[in-house]
Each structure stands twice: as C-alpha cells, then as structure tokens.
C-alpha cells in the first residue's frame, strides 16, 4: 500500500549540480527517517545521508559539504541536492523511508532507484 517513487537523476557533468526527489504515497500515517542510499557495481550499498522527522540530519564523510538532505512533510517528499558531484557520486541512488501505517511498529521502504551519471 506505499510506495517511494525517485525522480531527478541523469547525466550531469563534474562540478554541476542535481536535485534527486522522493516521494511516498498510499496508506501513510506518520514517516519516520527517511533517506539517501547510493549502489555502484562491485561495491556494497552505501547510506549517503539520513534526516529524522524532527529535521536532524547525517551525512557520509564524502558527500559533506555538498549535499543537502531536505524533506517536505506535507508533500511526504524527501529531497537530495546534489552539488560540486564528481565521477565518483555516479550510481543508483536509493530513497528509504521508515514509514507508520496503522500497524503496531514503523515499517521500511525502498523505491526503486535513479540513474546518476557525473560525466563530461
């Protein structure tokens, strides 16, 4: 009954700039953390940035500085603004949300990843 949809990804070259989107819809009563995972081939998936409901947020040690994780609760969206990236930010990015729809505990979701291609 919920899904996470990403959009935003595509090919950017090194040092320009992209804005990932997330989006949760269906039986959604509260979200909990939600976050940024990213997965190139050959390496395991890896966390790049967390935000609580309360707007706490945690970054990898190689995306600080550059990207901002944002979420927009009336719209259950959770944003990455992804600047200065580099040919090493390429990969499948991941949006996870710890999500409370009626049950007696928070359940987790992944979408189905976007395409980011950092490429001149």
């Known amino acids: 009954q919920v899904q996470l949809v990403e959009s935003g990804g595509g090919l950017v070259q090194p040092g320009g700039s992209l804005r990932l989107s997330c989006t949760a819809s269906g039986n959604i009563f509260n979200i909990h953390n939600m976050e940024w995972y990213r997965q190139v081939p050959g390496k395991p998936r890896e966390l790049v940035a967390t935000i609580t409901l309360g707007g706490s947020t945690n970054y990898a040690d190689s995306v600080k500085g550059r990207f901002t994780i944002s979420r927009d609760n009336a719209k259950n969206t959770v944003y990455l603004q992804m600047n200065i990236v580099q040919p090493e930010d390429t990969a499948v990015y991941y949006c996870?949300?710890?999500?409370?729809?009626?049950?007696?505990?928070?359940?987790?979701?992944w979408g189905r990843g976007t395409q980011v291609t950092v490429s001149s």
């Open positions: 996870h949300a710890d999500i409370y729809s009626g049950s007696s505990a928070y359940s987790d979701y």
